[in-house]
C-alpha cells in the first residue's frame, strides 16, 4: 500500500539499528546506564512490539512505554459509570471496540452487553449519530474516548447532531489532553527520560508549538513520529542525534502527514464544542489538572453526563495491580507482580493488559511469557 | 486508537455535507471531509489527494513532497552507514 510499504523496508530498518547502536553506545556509556526513550502513544507502542523493534535495538537504548493508550487510562469510575449508561433501558450505547473489555468495579461493557444491555461497536462516531437518526424512539450515547486525535471527529459529529436538531444523540465524554500529562510526567522528581517519541497524531490535529513548548522548557530532545518502523526508528536516530549535539528541540519526522499548525478546521470545531475540565481522572496516575475536557455550556443538549445522572464514583484499582508503576516508566510491565498470573489478556485485572496498545498486553503477546516470569523471580531479593 | 490509514479520494458524493468517497486498498468508503476543506481548499480540489484516514474523517492531506523528502533521509543514512561498515572493514 502507498505510503505504507515504502515505510516497512527490512534493508533500511537494518541500516538504521547499525547506525542508532552507534550513537548509542558512546552516549550510554557516559551516562552510565541505557539511554531512555518514552515514546508516549499507544500506537507507537504497538507498532514497535508488532514490528518487534524493541528486541533488535541494542542495549544502550531502552524504550519506556509511556501512558498514551486511552483505554489504559481511563479510571475504572468511569467504566461503571459507561455501565450505568449502557444498561438504562432506553439508551443504545455506541463504542469504539477497544473499550468493551475493560474491567469496571463491577462489570465489563462486553460483560454488560452479555446481560443484555444494548451496546453496539462502531467504527465512527458518525456511525452513531445515524443510528440515532434511524432510532428516533432511542436515545443513543457515544462513548467518546481517546487524545486529541479522535476529538476532531467527535466535535464535527456533534456540529452535525445540532445541525440537524437529532435530539436523541449525546456523547459521553471522555477525552484527555496530552500535553497536561506529559508536563506531570517531566515534573516528577523521579523521572528520567532522555527523549521522547513524540504522538504523531495528535500533532496531526494540535500542531508543532505545544510540544515544542515543552521541548524548550524541559530541554528534552522531542521529534514527532509517525507509526511505521522505519519511521519510528528514524525518529529514534534523530533524538541520539540531538542527544550527542546538546541541543535538545522538537523535530518533525512526520512532515508528510503532520503541518506545523495542526489542522485548524479540527482544532475550530474542537473549540466551539469542548472546554478544558478543571481535572480528570487518569487510572494509576491520579487526578491531574486540566487534563480532560467536557461538551461547552452551548452544546450542553448533546452532553450525556448533563442529560442522565452519571453516578461518578472514585473506584480505587484492586491492590495488587502495579499499572500507575508502569505508565511512569518505573517497573517494567513484566516485573509487576500479578503479570502474566492472574492478569492476562484473557482475564485483565488492569487496562495495561486490555487493549493492543496497552504495554502489558503488548509484553504479555509478543513477548517470550516464561522468560520473563523468571526473569522476574531472578529479580526479587531472596528472602 | 490514534491509528490511520492512507487512501486516495476518488469522489465527492455531497459538497454541502462534506462527504467524499475514499479508495483504501481497493475498498471503496465514504469519509467525511471536513477537516481538510476550508475557503482556499474547496472540496473539489481534493479529488485524487491522497489523506490519512481515522474513524471516517479524512484527518490530513498525505504531502508527497515530504513523504519523499523523509525517504530520501533514510537513503542518505543507509548510505553513510555502508560507508562507516565498509571503513572498518577496512581497518581489521
Ligand atoms: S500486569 Fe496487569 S495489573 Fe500489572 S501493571 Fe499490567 S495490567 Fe496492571
Known amino acids: 500500500m502507498k505510503y505504507v510499504d515504502e515505510f516497512r523496508q527490512p534493508e533500511k530498518a537494518e541500516a538504521l539499528f547499525k547506525a542508532i547502536d552507534n550513537l548509542a553506545a558512546p552516549l550510554s556509556d557516559k551516562l552510565a546506564r541505557a539511554v531512555h526513550i518514552m515514546e508516549f502513544c499507544g500506537g507507537h507502542t504497538h507498532a514497535i512490539f508488532r514490528f518487534g523493534l524493541e528486541q533488535r535495538l541494542s542495549k544502550s537504548v531502552e524504550l519506556i512505554h ?9 479510571p475504572m469510575g468511569r467504566v461503571d459509570d459507561c455501565v ?7 439508551v443504545i450505547f455506541t463504542t469504539f471496540g477497544d473499550a468493551m473489555r475493560v474491567p469496571g468495579s463491577q462489570k465489563s461493557l462486553l460483560q454488560a452487553k452479555a446481560d443484555g444491555a444494548d451496546i453496539r461497536m462502531v467504527y465512527s462516531p458518525l456511525d452513531a449519530l445515524n443510528l440515532a437518526k434511524k432510532n428516533p424512539d432511542r436515545e443513543v450515547i457515544f462513548f467518546a474516548l481517546g487524545f486529541e486525535t479522535t476529538m476532531p471527529s467527535t466535535a464535527l459529529t456533534v456540529l452535525q447532531a445540532a445541525e440537524g436538531n437529532i435530539s436523541n444523540f449525546s456523547l459521553f465524554c471522555n477525552h484527555i489532553t496530552t ?16 527523549g521522547f517519541v513524540v504522538p504523531g497524531h495528535v500533532s496531526m490535529v494540535v500542531g508543532e508549538k505545544p510540544f515544542a513548548t515543552i521541548a524548550e522548557r524541559y530541554k528534552k530532545p522531542m521529534v514527532i513520529t509517525g507509526f511505521e518502523p522505519l519511521d519510528i526508528l528514524q525518529s529514534l536516530h534523530m533524538l ?23 489542522n485548524i478546521p479540527g482544532l475550530m470545531a474542537m473549540q466551539k464544542v469542548f472546554e478544558l475540565r478543571e481535572k480528570f481522572d487518569w487510572r494509576g496516575l491520579g487526578e491531574i489538572d486540566k487534563s480532560g475536557v467536557k461538551i461547552t455550556e ?19 484499582d484492586p491492590h495488587e495491580c502495579q499499572c500507575g508503576e508502569v505508565l511512569k516508566g518505573e517497573i517494567k510491565p513484566w516485573q509487576c507482580k500479578v503479570f502474566g498470573a492472574p492478569c492476562t489478556p484473557q482475564n485483565p485485572l488492569g487496562a495495561l493488559m486490555v487493549s493492543s496498545e496497552g504495554a502489558c498486553a503488548a509484553y504479555y503477546s509478543f513477548g517470550n511469557t516464561k522468560e520473563l516470569l523468571d526473569k522476574r523471580q531472578e529479580a526479587r531479593p531472596s528472602k | 486508537m490514534c491509528l490511520g490509514i492512507p487512501g486516495q479520494i476518488v469522489e465527492i458524493i455531497d459538497a454541502e455535507k462534506k462527504l467524499g468517497k475514499a479508495d483504501v486498498s481497493g475498498v471503496k468508503r465514504v469519509i467525511n471531509l471536513a477537516c481538510i476543506v476550508d475557503e482556499d481548499n474547496p472540496i473539489q480540489s481534493t479529488i485524487g489527494q491522497w489523506v490519512l484516514i481515522h474513524v471516517g474523517f479524512a484527518m490530513s492531506k498525505i504531502d508527497e513532497q515530504e513523504a519523499s523528502r523523509t525517504l530520501q533521509l533514510l537513503n542518505e543514512l543507509g ?10 572493514l577496512k581497518q581489521q
Do not use: H, W
Open chain 1, 66 to 74: 509511556g501512558p498514551g493508550c486511552p483505554v489504559c487510562v481511563l
Open chain 1, 84 to 90: 450505568a449508561l449502557a444498561e438504562r433501558p432506553e
Open chain 1, 179 to 194: 500535553v497536561p500529562i506529559l508536563e506531570s510526567l517531566l515534573d516528577s522528581p523521579t523521572f528520567n527520560i532522555d
Open chain 1, 240 to 262: 541520539l542525534v540531538q542527544l550527542q549535539s546538546g541541543k535538545p528541540c522538537l523535530e518533525n519526522q512526520y512532515a508528510r502527514v503532520v503541518q506545523k499548525a495542526g
Open chain 1, 298 to 316: 452551548e452544546y450542553a443538549a448533546f452532553d450525556a453526563e448533563r442529560k442522565f445522572a452519571v453516578p461518578n464514583l472514585k473506584v480505587d
Open chain 2, 79 to 88: 548510505e553513510a552507514q555502508r560507508e562507516i561498515l565498509e571503513m572498518e
